[in-house]
């Protein structure tokens, strides 16, 4: 069994180490929960179905009237992932993210006001809120009588967190806060707010940490701005949230002082397979819009549907979709089985998901051809609505950084070990000798391409083997190019964005891939190989477009035009433009 | 005055789902159908839910067939029916049995009222509460519907459509019939079957699937019953209705007329 504290899927790869016990078999839910999701998912359908109008009305004026959020109450959808014995649902990972995958089939707005509800805003309570802290406000976030928002960022704190200026100063057993937050889901309306704030930390001499604190609306000194106006999820509260000398009692420190940074950090990573599963659902939907529109549509005396070019994206957004729901059901699955070092695996999935989504909208728009364009049909604002997806709870670039060099911290750690060893000389010759060795071993397995420990599938139908061997391969080279990005730029490698942005890429479609390929075998053991003769159609066309653009990416490690885009982007940021024109 | 209600709620194929006919004829293909409850009898849920609101007592609901069919009892009592009754069944069923089972469960039960669907949408028959309401020698008022629409201000007030006599003894029942409504009095205990109109049913909330997981459900193997479960009706052949044809355009009355007689051959 592997260790679920700190096993990590992805991480193992760049060592070129397969650890197919963690993804295989697909993660399956226990038959009591699917059965309340299945009910729950067609009271969702009932409440939400035949308002299409009213979602486009309110996306025209920006706002989701009071009379609604008051039916999403009574309906009890605040309460999805708070334990039962608080009153909620107690919904794990996979049953959330597949109800939020539902409301964004029917409207984005909706479904991030439920979303950023339970991913972010009142995450940290249940992650680490006391006993009494949660049996304070759990009651009244489950009802919604309190809504809640996560308020990290700030004018100059945006992807740089630890850069937040909002203070904490302690007064008794007090603190004072000080500080606005901008962009804040939910600010319009919530009661619950989870603030992150710079306290001056004991332990470390005054230095300032943050510290992520419970502010509620009633507590003298706050304040919320107007609704943004912006271009998607209209109807989603956007506001400033300001705090002005405002008191907050000790007892509303949230995870400890000066441990907000690790704090946001766990509340976003958990919160990632609802941003997925909305991705999804959104996906989903335009699927089913554009397979009507391409069928019904006449041009040239015959239905689009019948023309390659359309079926080509038709087909591709299917693939896109399947694979998305993939790589987010398995990451879900995982945390519901209890393994808690996920971080690089949900980036991963947040990543895939919300930009599948944006090319799957773009495409639905383009077979819609010009009524795409028109406010009347659903398409533009499909487009507008998901754009939001790859910047907020982490931009698509962050994370990027963060999934490679979070998987190169293993093989870093080995080289740094390896270093200090050798410049050590002979220090502790018995550990020096068993560090070099391991790693050498492992490193000339790599470079042989000898099947060896872990190197390769063991429990696959033999149905997907082509695209196991996909994924074989890839982990030998991605473990060979992590070693040689790291050698290659050392410590450095941190400003090495480019070279990290192609590792990142590689490990998205490694990881998407094996999600795939676990999901297919899955089914295949399920319904036999001829049963599952279009997921295996599914695996065989998304391993193949994995397979060329990883080894693209890999070539491209060392073959690549870096440091002249560079030399190209700096110019533009000298001249502040383009300097061309054919005059 | 309280009412003890029984109310069935079947299992029945989504109509949201496609339906395929098995190329042998002998069935529907099953996979990648949904299931769900029967919509009309979700409205006798929801009008047995009301009469209970507002006279007060408790809704007993019931569902024959395989296990499978918890599904749609759980679906009632998260509407906030009070427990339920499982007759388990695999294998083929036909109005005369399922209402010679109800009738079992009314001897068991002893409701002041039965409400039901007035079909169920997968074979639409059309039987069950006529054939039970003649088993137990009981009134009944079948298409139970109402006078106002569902856009009336009784409907946003979630009134029961079917009015409880003021001495608690009968009901008083609109009922839908070809070209208008009539209405009669029946007197308890009686057979409802609800029609489309009578109400528009309530949703289940969350904290109500959460509630229903709690409440208690009888499983009875039908066969312990003492009923004679060989369905009467024989189905010999499923086949799929037949594919309509495109229209077409003609140019004037003459070519109409030669299309009518020489194609179509209906003149
Ligand atoms: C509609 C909406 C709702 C939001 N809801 C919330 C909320 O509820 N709570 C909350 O706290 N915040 C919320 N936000 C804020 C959101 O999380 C931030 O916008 C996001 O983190 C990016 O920060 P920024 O906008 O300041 O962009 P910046 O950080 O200024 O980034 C600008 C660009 O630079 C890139 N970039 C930045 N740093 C690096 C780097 N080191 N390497 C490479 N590229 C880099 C980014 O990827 C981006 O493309 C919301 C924003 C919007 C628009
Ligand atoms: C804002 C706006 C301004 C416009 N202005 C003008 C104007 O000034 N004058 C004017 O005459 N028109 C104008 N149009 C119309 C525009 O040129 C058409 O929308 C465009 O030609 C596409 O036609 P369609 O919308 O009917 O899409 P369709 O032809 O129905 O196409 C739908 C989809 O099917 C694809 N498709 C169609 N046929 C095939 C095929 N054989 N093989 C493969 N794929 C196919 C298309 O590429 C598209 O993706 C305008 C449209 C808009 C939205």
């Not at chain 1, 989870?194 to 604190?213: H, I, M, N, R």
């Not at chain 1, 990005?485 to 192609?502: N, P």
């Not at chain 2, 949703?203 to 109500?208: D, E, H, N, Q």
Request: glycine residues 10%.
């Amino acid at each position: 069994m592997p260790d679920k504290k700190n096993a990590s899927y992805v991480q193992s790869l760049c060592m070129g180490e397969i650890e197919e016990e963690i993804i295989v078999p697909f993660p399956k839910m226990e038959d009591g929960e699917k059965e309340t999701l299945g009910q729950v998912l067609a009271s969702v359908r009932q409440l939400l179905s035949g308002r299409e109008k009213e979602f486009r009305e309110w996306d025209v004026k920006a706002e989701m009237p009071a009379p609604f959020i008051e039916e999403l109450r009574q309906f009890g959808l605040f309460g999805l992932v708070i334990p039962e014995a608080h009153g909620g649902i107690g919904f794990g990972s996979t049953a959330y993210s597949r109800v939020l995958q539902e409301i964004a089939k029917f409207d984005g707005s909706v479904a991030l006001t439920v979303g950023a509800h339970s991913s972010i805003g009142m995450r940290g309570l249940l992650l680490f809120g006391t006993d009494a802290q949660k049996a304070r406000w759990l009651p009244r976030l489950t009802t919604g009588e309190m809504i809640a928002a996560f308020c990290l960022t700030e004018p100059g704190a945006g992807s740089d967190a630890a850069a937040v200026r909002t203070t904490a100063r302690r007064d008794g057993n007090d603190w004072i806060l000080n500080g606005e937050k901008i962009w804040i889901t939910n600010g319009g309306m919530a009661d619950f707010f989870t603030v992150f704030a710079k306290t001056p930390d004991a332990q470390t001499g005054g230095k300032a940490s943050l510290t992520a604190f419970v502010v509620t609306r009633d507590m003298p000194g706050v304040s919320t701005g107007p609704h943004e106006d912006k271009m998607g999820i209209r109807a989603s509260s956007t506001t400033t949230v300001r705090m002005e000398d405002v008191r907050v009692p000790g007892d509303h420190v949230l995870g400890g002082v000066g441990q907000g940074f690790k704090a946001a950090m766990r509340i976003l990573n958990a919160g990632r397979t609802g941003l997925g599963g909305g991705s999804v659902g959104g996906m989903k939907k335009l699927i089913s819009l554009s397979a009507r529109q391409a069928v019904d549509r006449q041009q040239f005396g015959r239905p689009i549907s019948e023309f390659g070019m359309i079926k080509e994206k038709v087909g591709l957004m299917v693939v896109e979709t399947f694979a998305a729901e993939s790589v987010v059901s398995l990451v879900a699955g995982l945390i519901d089985q209890g393994y808690e070092d996920y971080a690089v695996e949900a980036a991963i999935s947040k990543v895939f998901a919300t930009e599948a989504l944006y090319r799957v909208s773009d495409e639905a728009l383009q077979i819609a051809g010009g009524n795409g364009f028109m406010r009347e049909y659903p398409y533009e604002k499909a487009v507008r609505d998901c754009r939001i997806n790859r910047i907020f709870e982490g931009t698509n670039e962050i994370l990027r950084l963060f999934i490679a060099l979070s998987a190169m911290n293993d093989v870093g750690q080995q080289l740094k070990e390896l270093a200090s060893v050798v410049k050590s000389g002979v220090a502790d010759p018995i550990k020096g000798f068993g560090v070099l060795s391991g790693y050498a071993k492992k490193r000339a397995s790599l470079a042989t391409g000898l099947v060896g420990d872990k190197r390769s599938f063991t429990r696959l139908s033999p149905s997907v083997k082509h695209a196991a061997v996909v994924v074989e391969e890839a982990t030998r080279d991605v473990a060979i190019a992590a070693d040689r990005i790291l050698r290659k730029h050392g410590g450095k490698v941190v400003g090495k964005q480019f070279a990290t942005h192609r590792l990142a890429d590689i490990l998205i479609d490694l990881f998407v891939l094996s999600a795939v390929l676990s999901r297919v075998n899955s089914i295949v053991e399920e319904k036999g190989a001829e049963g599952a003769a279009q997921e295996l159609a599914i695996l065989e066309i998304f391993s193949g477009r994995a397979r060329r653009r990883m080894r693209s990416n890999i070539n491209r490690i060392d073959d690549n035009d870096d440091e002249l885009v560079k030399v190209v982007a700096d110019h533009a940021f000298e001249k502040e433009g383009y300097s061309w024109d054919t005059l | 005055m309280p009412l003890k209600i029984l109310v069935t709620a079947k299992r029945v194929e989504d109509p949201e789902s496609k339906i395929k006919v098995k190329p042998d004829g002998t069935g529907i293909v099953t996979d990648g159908v949904n299931y769900k409850m029967n919509p009309f009898d979700e409205i006798a849920v929801e009008e047995a839910l009301r009469l209970k609101e507002k006279h007060g007592g408790e809704v007993v609901v019931a569902s024959i067939g395989a296990d499978k069919s918890m599904t749609e009892i759980r679906a009632a009592l998260a509407m906030g029916a009070d427990r339920g009754i499982l007759v388990k069944h695999d294998g083929p069923l036909d109005p005369f049995v399922v209402s010679a089972i109800l009738d079992k469960l009314f001897e068991k039960e002893k409701p002041d009222l039965v409400l039901l669907g007035k079909q169920s949408i997968d074979d639409d028959q059309n039987q069950v509460g006529q054939y039970l309401a003649e088993r137990r020698g009981l009134g009944q008022a079948t298409f139970a519907s109402k006078t106002e629409s569902l856009e009336s201000e009784a409907e946003q007030k979630k009134q029961p459509g079917v009015v409880l006599a003021a001495d608690g003894k009968s009901l008083r029942v609109v009922r839908e019939v070809d070209g208008g409504l009539v209405t009669v009095d029946v007197s308890l205990p009686a057979i409802v079957t609800c029609d489309l109109r009578l109400n528009k049913p309530r949703f289940a909330s969350l904290p109500g699937i959460m509630k229903a997981k709690k409440k208690p459900v009888e499983e009875i193997v039908a066969a312990s019953l003492g009923v004679d479960l060989a369905p009467k009706v024989a189905v010999k052949k499923l086949s799929e209705p037949p594919k309509r044809q495109g229209g077409l355009k003609v140019a004037d009355v003459p070519e109409l007329y030669a299309k009518l007689k020489g194609e179509a051959k209906v003149l």
